[in-house]
C-alpha cells in the first residue's frame, strides 16, 4: 500500500484544525440598536376638552447592514443601512390620565380584544436632509390598527450622538380611516373628534 504524500497529510490536519476552529468561536454577533426607552402618545380633542394617551409598552425589532458601526452610525443610516423595522405597541398599554371611563372607550373602539397589538412594519426609508448628527427621515411603511392596514407615510427627526440615536415625529391621522369611530362617552354628551396625532419618542443605542 503506498503511503499518503506529506502535502496530502498536511492538507487534511491543515482543514481539520479549520473546522474545529469554526466550531469553537463563537459568530460575531452583527450590529443592532436596541430601543430601551421609548413612548408613543396619541392626542385628540373632544366636545369637553382634549385628551391624551400614552405607552411606554413600545416593542422595536430593527436590522442593519453590518457596514453600521458605533462609528459611523449617522452615516449608515444615511446609505440605507436600516433594512428592517418593525414597531410593537400592546393596544391596552395605552393609558389616559382621565382614567377609566376614557380608557374603556379607548379599547373598545381599538377593538383591543381582537386586536392586541398596534404595529407599523417598514417597507423603505430615506434621509431627505439634516447635516452631520442630524438626520431628517420620510419613512413609508403599513399602519396597522384595529385590525385594518394601512399605508402611511411618516416623517421623523433623528439626532445621532455616538452610538446612541434619538427619533422624534408626529402623524396626524384620522380613526374613521382605520374603521374606527370616535370614542362616545355619558351617552353621548362627550365626543371626541375623528382626528388624532401620533407622536413618537424613541431612543436606542447601537450595540
Known amino acids: 500500500m503506498k503511503s499518503s504524500k506529506p502535502s496530502s497529510i498536511a492538507s487534511t490536519i491543515l482543514a481539520a484544525t479549520a473546522v474545529a476552529l469554526s466550531l469553537s468561536t463563537p459568530a460575531l454577533a ?3 440598536i436596541v430601543f430601551s426607552s421609548s413612548r408613543v402618545w396619541l392626542e385628540g380633542s373632544s366636545t369637553l376638552h382634549p385628551y391624551k394617551a400614552t405607552s411606554h409598552s413600545v ?3 430593527v436590522g442593519l447592514a453590518s457596514s453600521v458601526n458605533p462609528t459611523s452610525l449617522a452615516a449608515g443610516l444615511r446609505k ?4 428592517m423595522l418593525v414597531v410593537k405597541i400592546p ?7 382621565e382614567g377609566g371611563m376614557m ?13 392586541p397589538d398596534i404595529s407599523f412594519k417598514l417597507a423603505s426609508y430615506h434621509v431627505v436632509g439634516g447635516q ?3 438626520l431628517d427621515i420620510e ?4 399602519l396597522s390598527v384595529a385590525g385594518h392596514e394601512k399605508d402611511v407615510t411618516l416623517d421623523a427627526e433623528g439626532q445621532v450622538d455616538g452610538s446612541k440615536i434619538h427619533i422624534t415625529g408626529e402623524k396626524a391621522l384620522k380613526m374613521t380611516d382605520f374603521g374606527i369611530n370616535p370614542p362616545v362617552m355619558m351617552f353621548g354628551a362627550i365626543k371626541t373628534a ?8 424613541l431612543e436606542g443605542e447601537l450595540r
Not at 391596552?92 to 390620565?97: A, I, Q, T, V
Not at 375623528?194 to 419618542?201: A, E, L, R, S, T
Open 30 to 32: 452583527a450590529p443592532n
Open 59 to 61: 416593542d422595536i425589532s
Open 80 to 83: 440605507g443601512g436600516l433594512s
Open 91 to 97: 393596544t391596552r398599554s395605552l393609558k389616559s390620565p
Open 103 to 115: 380608557n374603556s372607550a379607548l379599547y373598545q373602539n381599538l377593538k383591543a380584544d381582537a386586536n
Open 132 to 134: 452631520g448628527s442630524k
Open 139 to 142: 419613512a413609508t411603511g403599513a
Open 194 to 201: 375623528d382626528k388624532v396625532v401620533i407622536h413618537y419618542d
